[in-house]
């Protein structure tokens, strides 16, 4: 299996570029389910040790359904399909812009919640227009277990997200473990309450907020990725999501740009223009740059080849 491995921002990502399994036909939606079902061995053994670790979020490239798409995409970690991911969709236009699969310029990509555009500006910059995003709950308070009461939003930015504005700890790289117990907590809180998105979704990430130390930013944030790894770029579906609460609260008007950064001290440069239903279509602006490209073997013999699960 042939890969190129990436970050965006510090965030990893696995393009499989050959040899991953074949979905057959459908949407992307249903595809992205017959991974999820029938192939969880592969994604595994794609992300995890021993030949990857927890935060990388693979990317199968597929046929897209509509023609004017130059790919179809299905995002993944070790436990499931992601409907989207910012991050990754950056590192992929960097990927095929390596290939020379694609030229600076707007294209289409295919996801399994939608069409999404990326502009490459230069062989290391994206400008990714993601799906519309929407703010779904106000101040939903959980009973944080070791904590106390935490107070968030639920919105939606191609995944599922609970944002907390005003985290208790500081937002650095030195608490990376007290602020991963803490949002595992939320997380199992919102589980327990019952909170979850649309089509009893679960929220499977969890954003904190804080302020920033580049006074050219607004805002620092922490992100839970599904499992148990956190997200070293600003999270791009987070994002979304921030900015879908932000224009809900009038706290930012469309056009204007926000500077997002991220645990690591990462940035991306974002915005929105307003959605057709109520939501906004988000902007997310970002670096990532190619770090590898690998040959993955999977020997009969290896009693780990399907990855390490704890
Ligand atoms: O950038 O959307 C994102 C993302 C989701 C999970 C990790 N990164």
Known sequence: MRVIDSHTAGEPTRVVIEG????????LAERARRLEAEHMDFCASVVLEPRGHEAIIGA???????????????????LQNLGMCGHATIGLAVTLAHM????????????????????????????????E???LHKDVTVEVAGH??????????????????????????????????????????LEEAGVTGVDNAWIDHIELFGPPKDPAAQSRNFVLCPGEAY????????????????????????????????????????????????????????????????????????PYRFGIRG
Not at 66 to 78: E, H, K, L, Q, S
Not at 156 to 185: M, Q
């Open 60 to 78: 199968l490239l597929v046929p897209p359904v509509d023609p004017a798409c130059v790919t179809g995409v299905i995002y993944f970690n070790n």
């Open 148 to 189: 106390g009461p935490v107070t968030g939003d639920v919105a939606w930015g191609g995944n599922w997200f609970f944002l907390v504005k005003d985290c208790p700890l500081d937002l650095v790289p030195e608490n990376i473990r007290p602020l991963t117990d803490l949002t595992l907590r939320i997380r199992k809180a």
């Open 20 to 27: 991953g399994p074949d979905l057959g036909t459908g949407s």
């Open 231 to 302: 997200d070293r770029s600003p999270c791009g579906t987070g994002c979304s999501a921030k900015l879908a609460c932000l224009a809900a609260d009038g706290a930012l008007a469309p056009g204007e740009e926000w500077v997002q950064e991220s645990v690591i001290g990462s940035t991306y440069r974002i915005g929105y223009r307003p959605g057709v239903s109520g939501g906004v279509i988000p902007t997310i602006t970002g670096q990532a740059f190619v770090t590898s490209e690998a040959t993955l073997i999977f020997d009969p013999a290896d």
């Open 133 to 135: 995003a929407y703010r």
């Open 100 to 131: 020379g699969t694609i030229e600076p310029g707007r294209h289409k990509f295919e996801t399994p919640v939608g069409v999404v555009e990326v502009d490459l500006l230069d062989a290391n910059t994206v400008s990714v227009v993601n799906i």
